[in-house]
C-alpha cells in the first residue's frame, strides 16, 4: 500500500474521515511549534511576535524575551514545544486579524492546545492567563483561560469578558461577583509530569442579545458551560491578538483556533489525534 494510503488507514481509525474533513475545514490556525515559534497554517499572519508589555508596542517578529520564552526541541506533546521557563514582562503573540475568526455579528469558535505546568509550584503569585483573545482594550471585550491567585489549589478557569458596561455594569470586584461569565475547575488535574488538553468554544457572539455562551473541555471531557449573557465585542479587528503565557511557567502545544464551536463529540476527537492537529492538515 502506498504511504499516502497507510496514513488516510491509519488516521481513520483514531478520526473517522467525515470527523476529519468537517474539523479541517474549520480550522484557522495551527502552531505545532516543531518547525520554530511560527504558525504551520494561519488565515492572516504567521509570524509570533514579541512586545516589551501588554500594550503589545512596539511588536518586534520573533521570540525576543531572552531566556524566558523559547522552542523546546523533543520537549512537546507532539515533537517541541513552546516553553515558558519563568515569568516576564514580554509579551508573545499572533496578530488576531483573520486568525481568530472574528465576525462582527454571530461570532463562533473554538481554542485547542496542550499545557504540561505544575501550577501549585511552578506558577509565581498573581493571575496566569495561558492564552488570550484580546483586541485594542481590555475593557471592549476578551476571553481567555486563566489560573486564579488566590486559591488552593488555583481555579482553572475559562472565562468571557464582552463589553464591560455589558458584563459587569456595576463595575464590582470581579472575585466578589456572584455571577459571573466564566466556567471554574476548582481542582485541575495539570502536572508537570504529563501533558492536559484544553479546548473553549463559545457561540452567540455579538449578536445583541443574551443569548451568549461559552464551554470548556480538558482532556476531551466538558467540565462546564455558562449561557444566557449578551457578549458583545468592540474590536478594532486589526489591533486584536492571540497572546500566550501572560505570567505562565510551563510548556504549550499543538495551539489551533477554529472558525466555530467544535461538538462535545469533535473536541473529544481533537484530544484523541495521535499526532495532533498536524493530522487534519494532511
Known sequence: MKPALLFTAALALV????????????????????????ADLAAGDTQIYTAPDRTRTPALPGLHAGDAI????????????LRFRHKTKEQVFFKGERNLGYQAKNWSGSCSFWMRLD?????????????QFVAQAWGEGNMFVEFSKDHTPRHFRYVIMAITRLWNPTNAKYEEMKRRPLVAVEQPPFRRDRWTHVCFTFGNANTGAKDGWGRLYLDGVRMGEFTGWENSFNWQVEQSALTLGLGYTGWLDDLAVFSRALTDS???????????IAELRR
Open 266 to 276: 469533535e473536541v473529544a476527537t481533537v484530544f484523541t489525534l495521535k499526532n495532533g
Open 15 to 38: 478520526c473517522p474521515l467525515g470527523a476529519a474533513d468537517a474539523l479541517k475545514s474549520a480550522l484557522l490556525f495551527h502552531a505545532s511549534f516543531d518547525l520554530g515559534p511560527h
Open 70 to 81: 523559547a522552542v523546546a526541541p523533543g520537549e512537546g506533546k507532539y515533537g517541541a514545544a
Open 119 to 131: 501550577p501549585e509550584q511552578g506558577l509565581a503569585p498573581g493571575y496566569c492567563d495561558p492564552v
